[in-house]
């Protein structure tokens, strides 16, 4: 038996959470507030999510601010980095312009955060 100690971040209380797993199986939840906390140490343990910050490069040689639009796998970032990097957008761009759709086949896309102007 294995217990792994989460803290909640999806409000701000950061409700200690406690899961106890077997075989990499969930027997039981622990410590949670509200049914969200049950739901993100569930995910925590079984797939985490992060949204990406990053920067992605311009033609023009400079960079630009970017970031994924919803939390996608922790443990792809890696690649995804290496796609973001690979990629050069030609300005301009506009807050909120798709500059990679569906970065990890599951409908996720890198956004930008700042406009670039030709
Ligand atoms: S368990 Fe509920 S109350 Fe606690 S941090 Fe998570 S969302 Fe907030």
Do not use: W
């Amino acid at each position: 038996m294995e217990q792994r100690e989460i803290i909640c971040t999806t409000c701000p209380m950061g409700c200690h959470v406690t899961v106890t797993m077997e075989d990499g199986k969930i027997l039981d939840v622990k410590g949670n507030t509200c049914p969200r906390g049950d739901a993100y140490a569930r995910q925590e343990v079984t797939d985490p999510r992060r949204v990406i910050t990053t920067t992605i490069g311009l033609t023009d040689g400079n960079v630009l601010p970017v970031k994924s639009d919803n939390a996608v796998s922790k443990n792809r970032i890696p690649e995804f980095m290496q796609k973001i990097h690979h990629v050069a957008v030609k300005p301009p761009v506009q807050i909120g312009d798709v500059l990679i759709p569906d970065i990890d086949g599951e409908g996720n896309n890198i956004v930008a955060t700042q406009n670039a102007t030709a």
